[in-house]
């Protein structure tokens, strides 16, 4: 048995990306900022922030919800597992990149007053569907 599971909460930190891909399918990339704050120990040493980036991908309902909602500085909630692969640079050099497939997502931000065409305020879980060409969970 094993186990891939991810829970970040953290702050957008540029505005996501949406691409469509295979007849259609949207795929929304989010670069997520999650930080650890910074102490001071007993002997007065500071010890600074710590922030990491994560690479977000989330596939169909979940990115035209990005698309439509989700912008820098949002707060969000995801869920997913994480995802290695591999790819030769410009140079020839072979990169590896680790990124964290979005199974759920949560909007934490407020958002403004509703119009009548906007979303209700407040915390919005949605669950992903499965990713294309997987099986399903």
């Given at each position: ?5 991810v829970?970040?909460?953290g ?7 949406v ?8 795929v ?10 910074g ?5 007065g040493?500071q010890v ?9 991908l989330?596939w169909?309902?979940l ?17 997913g ?12 050099i ?14 934490l ?10 979303v209700?305020?407040?915390v919005?879980?949605?669950p ?7 099986a399903?969970?």
């Open positions: 048995m094993s186990l891939n599971k829970m970040l909460i702050n957008v930190g540029v505005e996501p990306e691409k469509y891909v295979d007849q259609g399918v949207p929304a990339t989010v670069r997520l900022a999650t930080t650890r704050r102490y001071t120990l007993q002997n040493t600074p922030d710590q922030t990491e980036w994560h690479n977000i989330l169909r309902k990115a035209e919800i990005v698309e439509k909602y989700v912008h820098k500085g949002d707060k969000l909630y995801i869920e597992s994480l995802r290695t692969r591999s790819y030769d640079g410009k140079d020839g072979k990169r590896y990149v680790t990124e964290i497939w979005a199974d759920n997502m949560e909007l931000s407020p958002k403004p007053q509703p119009s009548s065409t906007s209700q305020p407040g919005q879980e949605v992903a569907q499965e990713h294309p060409g997987e399903p969970f």
